[in-house]
């Protein structure tokens, strides 16, 4: 262990609600450090300043492929015997500069055709995903990295008990960067690249960036690369910028969790201390052209229109930014802008809102709207308009600019309870190049602007110096693919190690002791005089409160009190219209919601403790004294159409919730249980308002959260939540039949899109089973979730059949449902024939590596012990495994069960829940590009349109 005894001068800054604590190392490497002690771990972010600006113009998406290749491992990670395979190597990236040299088709096919050869030998040296194991051995999760203009984040979550291991890991990872397995992670950024294709809002942020930055790498190159510059690629290049921005003088490691600050400053230096520092070259720009007058683009794709409008601004540190956020607010905070209020509360259109870009060299800020039934674009733009020349004219309230930074205060006290808000907003410091005390301070520093000032900044800003942007529900004829050339699958050497990974695992780190939640203590319970439950969670941390009415009555009870949810946002009482209701909430520090599942409707109150007893009087008055409004209900039934309409457009939603629910039940389940178009015009006000006003009537249990007493927050109930008792019994929910999957069928829908999607799910046990809880995250940490999954590594390292991939074994929310298994792969058409067939070879013969089984099994242990149940998450939780019939911290049997189980346990029980199981393959794609005669060979097929999936 390092002796942390020593004293380090940290920078620190006065009132800093995150108290961070700020370090240089000698050679520059900056540390960001929040200490939070709610459970006994590290979030943790290791930041490079450096992105896809920073690309060079020939070989755009180098930084993003970069990311990519920084989990194969260095010359000691990842490899059984460096000195042959970098030699291999070498021939590799050579292979690669004549690849990109040449223009002549068929000798880049031929080369190619070697680098395939070459690589499937390297191959043989290598320990597939092996720095993925090793995370994982420490009880590292959320693993991941991500890659925008201006930064590079590797991202993990680790024990507080492993930091010098993951110091000692990360410091070797990011020693020097070995290319292997190259031509393989290429493909599966093809593919991330094909399904970057099928975003429409890619092609609006891109129209909104070619035109604000006409010369700049913001506009001229994506993050993503070009097509031909993916297809080749420059491994010279991609060494070339590691070694230029990969330097400890550009980097930073951010922390917040459970570590003594000084012992985080002696481990950085004893293993990124040793990192040579170099210059980094300054990036020049020139400044971008203004613009005189609206600019229109127009993009195309299957996703539903919309309206984008945006101005360029200056740099992140500008005084620009403050009035931006505040401005931002002022027009849009979910609850009472102006944007809010006049726009989204009046129903003008569908949807809309203000949102911003802040980046090193320029911002952006911009309006957003998407279009009613039978709305121009044209149209959405005008109202959009409207709103911000209202902030130029000053026609806002002056409370609302207090109203504003209370929010943001607000804000800063529920991020401040999270530890990856507290890194997220130390990276953005780090990244903007803006000093911690410059970013603690804004919200003081907007304070100080008045009325006045944000109308001179809004009318000397906004004028017709934007660009314009409609996204068009129409085919895209632009729509590049990348081909995928012709690979060799590599065999991978699953249970091979290499030398430093063998000595990295035989390390020994003191275990933390788990901690489970006594619910019985951890929640006081009490009965009010009207017989309603009273759950009671002390809140430790802050002075926020969260108030609930919880019916158990939802959508499957009464399709209408779904649509009487959607009514009550826009409904006015006998006292307040529904924008002074709105107004009230705001400026209190409030925010009241509800919303419905299909087995609950939820009444939330949540805020500041301070004013609690102000929102309770509101929030009694409000289901009391609801004013019907007959215009208001049809404007919802018909923006309810639209959503319908525009669901059936959403590839997530298509895929997931209606061909999910379709496989699980077939045409009639829970998410075609809604009400028929003609029910809904048949609609009443009047019958839905008291829908909402006769909830009080049911019974139903009330949950607090906060730091008032419990006694006093019952002497609140009895006094304001009055009820007429007895109350009624509430609705039973309707049941759906499981469908039971007795024999292999194919499910297809044809639906415009460049990727296929294929996503197998079979029934299993058809009520809850603990035997099977016990051990699915075994199986599914070793077996199909994660960097080094088996799953991931066939299907993604070692064909290059997918950039997404997964399988996993679920256990239900409700005792009496179903055990399901679910597999999927998104991938191009034409690697259908390859990808089908592997997933199935995996799901019925698991490759078994007791190593492997080992570290998953280990990760496991080391997640349970090192995580809490947090506060604020202790009464859900009790609440989700009461549904399975179990009233303790079901963590601990899943603890315990994890101690004495092993890989037999494992292959026992994929024998007897995985092998051979018949499923239903749903498939989505476009039925020009998929043969479907293929798909015949894995069962009967089924072609299914949007209207049967849908039920409309």
């Known amino acids: 262990m390092i002796d942390a005894k020593m004293q380090y001068a940290f920078k620190t800054v006065p009132d800093d609600l995150l108290k961070v604590q700020r370090y240089t190392l000698s050679n520059g490497l900056q540390l960001f450090l929040s200490v939070n002690k709610n459970e006994p771990r590290v979030y943790t972010n290791i930041v490079v300043r450096a992105g896809s600006k920073q690309d060079p113009p020939e070989t755009t998406g180098l930084a993003h492929y970069m990311e990519h290749m920084l989990f194969k491992g260095t010359s000691r990670i990842g490899t059984l015997d460096w000195e042959k395979e970098k030699v291999l190597l070498e021939q590799i990236s050579d292979l690669y500069e004549a690849h990109r040299a040449t223009q002549d088709e068929a000798e880049r096919r031929r080369i190619y055709a070697e680098i395939d050869r070459v690589s499937f030998e390297a191959a043989k040296l290598t320990a597939p995903s092996e720095y993925d194991k090793l995370v994982s051995n420490i009880g590292a999760k959320d693993t991941n990295a991500y890659t925008w203009v201006e930064q590079t984040v590797y991202v993990n979550d680790i024990p507080a008990n492993e930091l010098e291991r993951w110091m000692q890991l990360e410091s070797e990872r990011f020693r020097m960067m070995a290319l292997r397995l190259f031509h393989t992670e290429l493909e599966t950024v093809y593919e991330e690249f094909n399904i970057s294709q099928d975003k429409d809002v890619r092609k609006v942020n891109t129209a909104i960036r070619e035109v604000l930055f006409p010369s700049h790498p913001y506009g001229t190159q994506t ?90 601004f200056d740099q992140a540190k500008s005084a620009d930014t403050l009035f931006l956020l505040l401005i931002r607010t002022l027009l849009y905070n979910d609850q009472a802008g102006l944007l809010d209020l006049n726009v989204n509360q009046q129903q003008k259109v569908l949807e809309s809102e203000s949102w911003f870009w802040f980046y090193e060299d320029y911002s952006v800020f911009g309006l957003y709207g998407k279009p009613r039934e039978g709305q121009t674009l044209e149209e959405v733009k005008a109202i959009l308009l409207g709103e911000l020349q209202k902030i130029c004219r000053g026609e806002f309230e002056e409370w609302m600019v207090e109203a504003v930074i209370n929010d943001y205060k607000l804000g800063q006290i529920m991020a401040s309870e999270s530890n990856s808000a507290r890194v997220n907003a130390m990276t953005s410091s780090f990244i903007l190049g803006m000093d911690w005390e410059h970013y603690t301070r804004r919200i003081s520093d907007i304070a100080k602007i008045t009325k006045e000032q944000i109308v001179e900044f809004a009318q000397k800003h906004f004028k017709d110096n934007y660009v314009e942007v409609h996204k068009v529900q129409a085919e895209d004829s632009n729509v590049i693919k990348v081909e995928k050339p ?35 203590t951890a929640i006081q319970s009490t009965t009010l005089k009207s017989g309603i439950q009273l759950d009671y969670v002390r809140n430790p941390n802050n002075s926020l409160f969260r108030l609930d009415y919880i019916f158990p009555m939802g959508k499957n009870s009464d399709r209408k009190l779904a649509i009487a949810v959607q009514y009550l946002p826009y409904l006015g009482t006998s006292r307040y219209s529904s924008a002074d209701l709105q107004r009230e909430l705001y400026r209190w520090g409030l925010s009241f919601e509800v919303s419905n599942d299909d087995d609950y409707t939820y009444m939330t ?229 390859d990808a089908i067939p592997t997933f199935l070879q995996l799901l019925n013969e698991m490759p078994v590596v007791d190593s492997q089984i080992e570290h998953a099994r280990q990760a496991i242990l080391k997640r ?89």
């Open 864 to 952: 349970i012990e090192s995580e809490r149940i947090i506060p604020s998450r202790v009464y859900w939780t009790a609440r989700a495994n009461r549904e399975l019939g179990y009233t303790g911290d079901m963590r601990q049997e899943i603890y315990q069960h994890t101690e004495r189980s092993s890989s037999r346990d494992l292959v026992a029980f994929h024998e007897e829940y995985v092998r051979g199981r018949a499923y239903t393959f749903l498939v989505m794609g476009s039925k020009s590009q998929v043969d479907l005669n293929y798909l015949e060979n894995f069962g009967a097929l089924r072609e299914v349109s949007l209207e049967e999936v849908f039920g409309y």
């Open 486 to 520: 012709v690979i060799t699958a590599v065999e991978l050497n699953r249970d091979s190690v290499s030398e430093y990974a063998q000595a990295f695992l035989d390390i020994s780190t003191p275990r933390i002791e788990p901690v489970f939640v006594d619910f019985e």
């Open 605 to 833: 109150l949540s805020g500041l403790e301070d004013n609690m007893l102000k929102g309770l009087e509101l929030l009694e008055h409000i289901i009391s004294n609801l004013q019907p409004d007959a215009a208001i209900l049809q404007n919802v039934v018909t923006d309810a159409l639209t959503h319908r309409a525009n669901a059936k457009k959403d590839r997530n939603v298509v895929l997931r919730n209606a061909l999910g629910n379709y496989a699980r039940y077939g045409t009639d389940s829970p998410f075609t249980y809604r009400l028929t178009v003609e029910e809904l015009r048949q609609l009443e006000a009047d019958e839905l308002c008291q829908k909402i006003k006769d909830l009080n009537g049911f019974e139903h249990k009330i949950y607090y959260y906060g730091q008032m007493p419990m006694s006093e927050v019952t002497n609140l109930l009895e006094t304001h939540h009055q009820v007429a008792t007895p109350l009624k019994k509430a609705v039973p929910s309707r049941a759906f039949t499981q469908l039971d999957t007795k024999e292999n069928q194919v499910v297809f829908l044809d639906f415009p899109i460049v990727q296929t999607d294929v996503m197998l799910v079979s029934k299993g046990t058809p009520q809850f089973n603990m035997d099977e809880h016990l051990i699915s995250d075994l199986f599914n940490d070793y077996f199909g979730l994660g960097l080094s999954s088996i799953v991931f590594q066939e299907i993604r390292e070692s064909k290059a059949l997918a950039y997404s991939t997964y399988a996993f074994y679920s256990s239900p929310r409700k005792r009496e449902w179903a055990h399901y298994l679910q597999a999927y792969v998104g991938t191009q058409p034409d690697k259908l024939s």
């Open 223 to 312: 993050t993503i690369g070009s097509a031909e510059h993916l297809r080749t690629p420059s491994q010279v290049n991609i060494q070339k910028y590691f070694q230029t921005y990969y330097v400890p003088n550009n980097m930073a490691l951010v922390m917040a969790g459970d570590f003594d600050p000084a012992e985080v400053v002696e481990l950085a230096e004893k293993y990124f201390g040793v990192y040579e520092p170099k210059p980094v070259p300054p990036f020049s720009f020139s400044l971008q052209p203004d613009l005189n007058e609206p600019v229109l683009k127009v993009v195309y794709g299957q996703e539903p229109a919309l309206v984008m409008l945006a101005w360029r």
